[in-house]
């Protein structure tokens, strides 16, 4: 105290100095320059008395606003939120939401129909609503449409990168994760997807590979083989399948490796299914590292797992269950931990324009967001949590002109209300009836069938036409697709694509101060930079270390980058935007090709389905 804080300490008017900084005090209250003249003026007695009153009532006024201000950083540092420009210092926990192909119009969407539902007023809102603090803009370096893996790569490395690229530039070299970094510097890591762990969004934060269809080599690095050895604590979500060799049931791998065996073999515990995943008592019994399958491949969309809770956890009890058990890990230890939580068959339900799926799907996500809240609440350990989608998916328009005449205002919750199955669901039910009992049926029989207890029961549509029956059955045709399309036009939702599209993305966090950085409309490479520089992670050291052959020199070999996978071949576009060559023309309506594209190498990455990445998502 004292001397040297001048402004907590009462001073007697005859200390000059402190008559100074009296002027200074009174300068910098009025905004008035200070005449340093003045003070070779001699005070009159009157203007001593002021000035001393002056300093009496400065002094107080300067001590309580230093108590008030302490007293709210305190505050400020319990709840996790930081000054602006201030860095946040001491254990912290950052837990980080994607939601996969979740546009603004989903918010609408599944608003306005949580409302419609529930019977709620027009100012109920999602919590996710009440948490909004800017937007994501999603372009990759190779297209102005992203897909997942180029858009989880702007979020783990901060950096643009090719459709496609699983953490890897686009000059073929990896960049180090957020994951990876926080993980080297002491923090507890996790991962809890509903969809295969070896998806893109998860990928792109645990592995390496320079094409997301790589799927067996990231499940390999994503248990630590990989130069830089176990960098996940916790992962529950689905993909199974890809850890289980070839010889065993239930594997979709294509070589032998029993990548599971493996993960044991280093200390993983393992579980596999509902069961397992309940004995592990929300969080509480729980060891790590965890590998967590529940699930063979995706999991079962919201709309229909709600018939199966006994076979698969909701994304609400994954995330509860996973941040419990890390902030039990993490309680004696200097560092908190890092997560990323996905929702992520919001964009399944894009891609196959099932709004009724959809609906659900963000629903459990806002849970999921909520769950995530409290538990922000209730830790004594400050963290924050940042959300955000990747990219939009299907071009969803709460809007659909179904006929010439100018349209009416209107969209109907109402008949998403009443389905109770994802058209998937009954796609995959129609596909059984077609091969067993259905394959012998004549026309009268089938459309009966599917009538009742697929459109009546599955979607509560009940004025389905024959003509919207037969479509089921023409060859070629995909089941689900028509199923959406029966329930959309119903509800009057439009959709531009089975893809994704530009549209920007909402960002939320649990507080906007949580998250000043992101306040307001943003590249979404800002997100990624922001994790780090949250946790003061150094990002470049992991690049470094992951292109330096000598961090694991079994597994680096004469081609650097041979832990990879497969180079893409040179034809393919990563770092610049291609342009229109009469594609329209060329493009036969069922999405083949004609050669001259062919002779661009555009087959490669239109091939299946255009986004350059071997897979649809
Ligand atoms: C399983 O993988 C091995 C290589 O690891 C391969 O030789 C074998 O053909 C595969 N079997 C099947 C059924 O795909
Ligand atoms: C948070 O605390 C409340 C009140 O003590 C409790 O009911 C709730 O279960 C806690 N939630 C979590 C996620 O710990
Ligand atoms: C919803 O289902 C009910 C029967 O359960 C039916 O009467 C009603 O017409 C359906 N509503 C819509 C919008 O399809
Ligand atoms: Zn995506
Ligand atoms: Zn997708």
């Known amino acids: 105290m004292a001397r040297d804080d001048p402004l907590l300490v009462p001073r007697a008017s005859s200390d000059h100095s402190s008559e100074r900084n009296d002027e200074e005090v009174d300068a910098l209250l009025t905004g008035q320059r200070l005449d340093r003249d003045e003070r070779n003026r001699r005070p009159g007695f009157w203007r001593e008395v002021g000035l001393f009153a002056w300093a009496l009532v400065a002094t107080a006024a300067v001590i309580v606003l230093a108590v008030v201000y302490q007293h709210q950083q305190n505050l400020d540092h319990k709840s996790g939120k930081w000054a602006p420009g201030?860095?946040?210092?001491?254990?912290?926990?950052?837990?980080?939401?994607?939601?996969?192909?979740?546009?603004?119009?989903?918010?609408?969407?599944?608003?306005?129909?949580?409302?419609?539902?529930?019977?709620?007023?027009?100012?109920?809102?999602?919590?996710?609503?009440?948490?909004?603090?800017?937007?994501?803009?999603?372009?990759?370096s190779s297209s102005l449409i992203t897909d997942s893996a180029a858009g989880a790569t702007a979020f783990s490395c901060g950096k643009k990168s090719y459709n496609g690229a699983i953490s890897v530039l686009p000059d073929h070299s990896p960049c180090g994760t957020v994951l990876e970094a926080a993980k080297q510097a002491g923090y507890m890591t996790g991962l809890v997807v509903t969809t295969r762990m070896t998806d893109a969004t998860p990928a792109c934060f645990s592995s390496h590979a320079n094409m997301r269809s790589y799927e067996d080599l990231i499940a390999e690095h994503q248990i630590g083989e990989y130069p830089l050895g176990r960098m996940v604590d916790l992962m529950i979500g689905g993909g199974r399948c890809h850890f289980l060799p070839n010889s065993t049931e239930g594997s979709c791998r294509g070589d032998d490796k029993d990548v599971v065996k493996i993960a044991k073999d280093k200390g993983f515990s393992y579980i596999n299914d509902r069961k397992s995943?309940?004995?592990?008592?929300?969080?509480?019994?729980?060891?790590?590292?965890?590998?967590?399958?529940?699930?063979?491949?995706?999991?079962?969309?919201?709309?229909?797992?709600?018939?199966?809770?006994?076979?698969?956890?909701?994304?609400?009890?994954?995330?509860?269950?996973?941040?419990?058990?890390?902030?039990?890990?993490?309680?004696?230890?200097?560092?908190?931990?890092?997560?990323?939580?996905?929702?992520?068959?919001?964009?399944?339900?894009?891609?196959?324009?099932?709004?009724?799926?959809?609906?659900?799907?963000?629903?459990?996500?806002?849970?999921?967001?909520?769950?995530?809240?409290?538990f922000l609440e209730n830790d004594s350990t400050p963290g924050i949590l940042v959300s955000t989608s990747d990219h939009e998916t299907g071009g969803l328009a709460t809007a659909r002109q179904l006929r010439e005449s100018y349209p009416d205002y209107k969209w109907f919750p109402g008949v998403l209300a009443n389905a109770t199955y994802s058209s998937e669901y009954l796609g995959n039910r129609l596909n059984d009836y077609l091969k067993a009992?259905?394959?012998?049926?004549?026309?009268?029989?089938?459309?009966?069938?599917?009538?009742?207890?697929?459109?009546?029961?599955?979607?509560?549509?009940?004025?389905?036409?024959?003509?919207?029956?037969?479509?089921?059955?023409?060859?070629?045709?995909?089941?689900?697709?028509?199923?959406?399309?029966?329930?959309?036009?119903?509800?009057?939702?439009?959709?531009?694509?089975?893809?994704?599209?530009?549209?920007?993305?909402?960002?939320?966090?649990?507080?906007?101060?949580?998250?000043?950085?992101?306040?307001?409309?943003?590249?979404?490479?800002?997100?990624?930079?922001?994790?780090?520089?949250?946790?003061?992670?150094?990002?470049?050291?992991?690049?470094?270390?992951?292109?330096?052959?000598?961090?694991?020199?079994?597994?680096?070999?004469?081609?650097?980058?041979?832990w990879m996978g497969a180079p893409?071949?040179?034809?393919?576009?990563?770092?610049?935007?291609?342009?229109?060559?009469?594609?329209?023309?060329r493009m036969k309506r069922d999405g083949t090709i004609v050669d001259m594209m062919e002779k661009r190498g555009v087959e490669k990455r239109g091939g299946s389905g255009g986004c350059g990445c071997g897979a649809v998502h």
């Open 568 to 585: 893409l071949g040179d034809d393919i576009v990563v770092d610049e935007l291609d342009s229109y060559h009469g594609d329209f023309k």
């Open 86 to 140: 201030e860095k946040p210092t001491g254990k912290r926990n950052l837990i980080f939401m994607v939601s996969d192909g979740m546009g603004p119009t989903s918010l609408s969407l599944t608003r306005s129909f949580r409302q419609f539902q529930s019977g709620l007023p027009i100012d109920d809102v999602l919590v996710l609503d009440r948490h909004h603090i800017g937007q994501s803009r999603t372009r990759s």
């Open 277 to 374: 995943f309940d004995g592990l008592n929300l969080g509480s019994s729980i060891k790590l590292p965890l590998l967590g399958l529940v699930a063979d491949t995706d999991f079962p969309y919201e709309i229909d797992r709600r018939h199966m809770n006994d076979k698969y956890p909701s994304l609400e009890e994954m995330a509860r269950t996973a941040l419990k058990a890390l902030s039990d890990a993490t309680k004696d230890s200097e560092q908190g931990f890092f997560i990323m939580i996905e929702g992520s068959r919001i964009d399944h339900a894009g891609h196959g324009n099932d709004p009724a799926a959809q609906v659900h799907e963000v629903l459990a996500y806002d849970k999921a967001f909520a769950a995530v809240l409290e």
């Open 437 to 562: 009992e259905g394959k012998d049926a004549d026309k009268k029989a089938r459309r009966e069938y599917i009538r009742r207890h697929m459109l009546e029961d599955g979607l509560g549509v009940f004025d389905a036409t024959d003509e919207e029956i037969d479509a089921l059955f023409v060859e070629g045709k995909r089941g689900d697709y028509v199923f959406a399309d029966i329930v959309s036009r119903r509800a009057q939702i439009g959709w531009a694509t089975h893809g994704h599209s530009a549209a920007d993305v909402n960002i939320y966090a649990s507080s906007p101060d949580d998250a000043r950085a992101l306040i307001g409309n943003h590249e979404n490479i800002e997100v990624g930079s922001f994790l780090a520089d949250f946790l003061d992670l150094d990002l470049g050291r992991v690049t470094k270390q992951l292109k330096d052959l000598s961090t694991a020199p079994e597994i680096a070999s004469a081609d650097q980058y041979s």
